[in-house]
């Protein structure tokens, strides 16, 4: 492509100069509206500036890849509400054999949820995680969170799902999705071996160390959950219903026992018996009238007890009667809750296995080469249709500024290359590139790697894809895949080079010093210590493995 005429190459480089600033400085003092704004800045410039017509900033926007991106956001939301991710972190956990063996387990669980739902997504919902079994184990968070993040690039390299960079390859290339992953997973694969292998290297001594002490708080969880199931409502007011039912029993039964009345009244009788003179003189010369008195007296005062001792039994057979019904009334309520607990569950279980295969159901119909941004949209409705509730809350989780900063991307970097500067950069470096040797490849592969941390990999896929391709093609079809996949694997891994080199580095730097578990900073340095030789060594053994 010839050069354009020298105003429009400085305005266009302005323009896009602006858009690379804030995109890999979003917060600079002079500007610092972000990324989503700077790329919007960067297009709107590119219009301004006459570099693009507005119908041909339009045009630059690639739908495909939009709907593509966000079908999978959406899936991944419904997944993450189904506890997809909350598996997988139990999955971590599961017979865990010490720091080492977590380390190895958080790189593979990491790379593969990478890889079927966005690195993005997986660093998002599995920071936290990681940083709570830290806490609870009393373990160094540092090299937990670089195994996260790292694995996270490299698995993300395996599928065209798993970054925004591979979405544009794929779409761009029209690699079949199994192709795709066929193509990469080996390397994938030894990739995170490597990988772990280089953090157990560098942090053995800081795994090893012994930590006796343990997370009081995760103790205090577990006594929580057992008095919750120990001491049931239920069971404490059942029980004490019977306990003061039979207390009351007891002491009605005491006190008609003990009562003074009757006890005095029954001393009275047998005294006046005792006092009765045996001859009929004797009896003459008692007055009749105090006798039948006291007689009276007597017998009104055993007529007062039994009549309160009925009462008594009335009171406590109507309490007894009472709190019968009353249980009688609760047992119904009871059972009806339970009933409708157990629908509940029965209900999220469904809706659960609906949204997993329906998940599947994408992933069998992107193997089977299908148009992967229709099937990435077609499963996000299947799953707010099953969901049968209002998707609001849902749809609002989705990046809406990771769609926007798309579309001033696309328009900027297809400005920047109106003004011919990448063409003749390519021009110079396509007789070092060819990927039919292996110098080539490695020349390629340093120039891929140097402008993903520069000028970040979406926009480095952008410049380099189509003329990577072309030249590639002209030696043969496979070599054109190839060279399709190797921008693929090294703008990916790329990522691990520094803090800088991937949102998912950022997006784990950020959660962790944010955390209120474990606030914890990962700093640029301690980074870039373990994420050169990551980076140069899982990228060599990569590029020898993919086909």
Known sequence: M?????????????????????????????????????????????????????????????????GLLFGTMVV?????????FKYLGKLLLWKTQGAKDLLCRICL?????SALFTNDTSCVVLTEFVLKVAKQHNLPPHPFLLALASSANIGSAATPIGNPQNLVIAVQSKIPFGKFVIGILPAMLVGIFVNALILLCMFWRLLSVHKDEEDPAGEVVVEEDVSSHRFSPATL???????????????ETADLKSSPNFSGNIDNVETLRNRLPSSENEINNVHSGALDSARNSIASKEETVDVSSHKREETILSERAASNNTLRDACPTESLEGKENRTTRWKRLLWKSGVYLVTIGMLIALLMGLNMSWCAITAALALVVLDFTDARPSLEKVSYSLLVFFCGMFITVEGFNKTGIPSALWDFMEPHAHIDHATGIAV????ILVLSNLASNVPTVLLLGARVAASAAAISAAEEKKAWLLLAWVSTVA????????????????QARQSPYLAYTLSFWSHLKFGVPSTLLVTAIGLTLIR
């Not at 010839?2 to 600079?28: D, Q």
């Open 237 to 251: 007011s059942h029980s004490a219903s019977l306990n003061s039912q039979e207390w009351n029993s007891r002491l």
């Open 444 to 447: 390629l592969a340093l120039t």
């Open 495 to 510: 990522g691990n080079l520094s803090l800088l080199g991937s949102a998912a580095n950022l997006i784990v730097c950020e």
């Open 2 to 66: 010839a050069m354009a005429s020298s105003v429009k190459v400085v305005l266009s480089s302005i323009a896009f100069a602006v858009f690379w600033v804030l995109a890999v400085f979003p917060a600079v003092p002079f500007l610092p509206i972000g990324r989503t704004a700077g790329s919007l800045l960067g297009a709107m410039l590119m219009v301004i500036f006459r570099v693009l017509t507005p119908d041909q900033a339009y045009a630059a926007i690639d739908l495909p890849i939009l």
């Open 109 to 113: 669980i990491s790379a593969i949820s």
């Open 76 to 84: 991944s939301i419904y997944l993450e509400r189904a506890d997809m």
